[in-house]
């Protein structure tokens, strides 16, 4: 009688698994005999020793690494600016055997982005690249990490790859401000120009650089200005921008200042004037004593003694522009100051202005 008895050894290899069995008896194989009597007739027990070997493998397969290699394997942005962004290119390389779908880029960090990115999937060749943009944009001062998580897909097989992303958000050392938004020049007769001053502030603790001062508009120029421009902490400098209408009528413009010290770059503020055939400027002296709140200005033809209010409210100003007066006319002026009940003065003297 033979008994055979088969204990399988070995990683990987249970009752769940599928494998094969082959068994191998070597010639020359020592028998142990045992012989036992019983009786008359004696019997005998053999047992052959014999070698089986288990070949096969597991029914679960394991996860395949990602085909793709990432060139740099890690992105450390630096200290980037709140409110100012940087881009890194990371390039993905097909190392595989077949093509390598790539279904998807996720970030884990809003501090990171992908700019200008193409509609997924995209397919790499085996050999080829593929180029990504990422870009660290920190909407606060500290360190900010996370990483971009790319997943692709080859002959069914799906594998991720992570690439590590940080960075570092730092306010701004530097900054500029600009005293204006828009400048107005009012009326403006022709052949007559005006100016006026914008004031440029290095308000950080480091120097700044004004790159360029363009103007756009019709009648708009700037005077004086040399750029670049480099301001240290706490400098200031003026730049003088001047209206000469060459019409009549509304005209408008815009100073556009370039520094890497503002928002996106750079910075517009807004010009406005309005162009007339002439115009008379009037100017005094204020009062001696009294309490004054302004100024009513009067204007009658001249030689008549029907003066007619210019301004709508009480002028502050100890001057006034008149851009109403029309080509050959002659014209009257007085004015007189208001005090804190309202009550008027009497009257300056007559101040007559003839128009060419």
């Not at 088969?6 to 082959?22: E, I, M, N, Q």
Request: proline share 6%.
């Amino acid at each position: 009688m033979y008994e055979n008895r088969v204990r399988p050894t070995g990683h990987g290899f249970a009752k769940k698994y599928f494998f094969s069995l082959c068994i191998l008896l070597f010639p020359g194989t020592p028998a142990r005999i045992v012989k036992r009597s019983r009786g008359p007739r004696a019997n005998t027990l053999a047992f052959f020793s014999f070698l089986l070997i288990l070949c096969g493998c597991g029914g679960l397969s394991q996860k395949s690494s990602s085909p793709l290699a990432v060139m740099p394997g890690s992105v450390s942005f630096g200290s980037v600016t709140v409110g100012q962004s940087a881009t890194t290119n990371l390039t993905l390389q097909n190392r595989g055997i077949a093509p390598v779908a790539i279904s998807s880029l996720n970030l884990t960090s809003p501090s990171f982005s992908v700019a200008g990115q193409s509609s997924l999937p995209a397919t790499i060749a085996v050999g080829a690249t593929y180029n990504v943009a990422v870009k660290f944009n920190p909407t606060a001062t500290g360190q900010a990490s996370g990483s971009l998580d790319v997943e692709s897909n080859q002959s069914g097989t799906v594998s991720s790859l992570a690439v590590g992303l940080s960075g570092t958000g730092i306010s701004g050392l530097t900054a500029l401000t600009i005293n204006s938004t828009g400048v107005s020049f009012g009326t403006t007769a022709l052949n007559s120009p005006v100016t006026q001053d914008v004031m440029l502030t290095a308000s950080g603790g480091q120097p700044v650089t004004v790159t360029s001062a363009a103007l756009s508009g019709t009648g708009f120029s700037l005077l004086g200005a040399t750029m670049p421009l480099t301001l240290n902490s706490g400098q200031s400098a003026t730049l003088s921008v001047q209206f000469d209408p060459t019409s009549l009528g509304p005209a408008t413009g815009q100073l556009l200042i370039s520094s890497a010290s503002l928002a996106n770059g750079a910075t517009a503020v807004a010009l406005s004037g309005t162009g007339v055939a002439y115009e008379v400027a009037l100017n005094w002296n204020a009062p001696s004593g009294g309490s004054v709140t302004g100024y009513n200005v009067y204007r009658a033809e001249g030689g008549s003694a029907n003066y007619q209010l210019l301004n709508a409210s009480v002028d502050p100003q100890t001057s006034y522009k008149d851009p109403t007066v029309q080509s050959g006319g002659v014209y009257d002026y007085i004015v007189k100051s208001v005090d804190f009940a309202g009550t008027q003065s009497e009257p300056s003297n007559t101040t007559t202005v003839t128009i060419p």
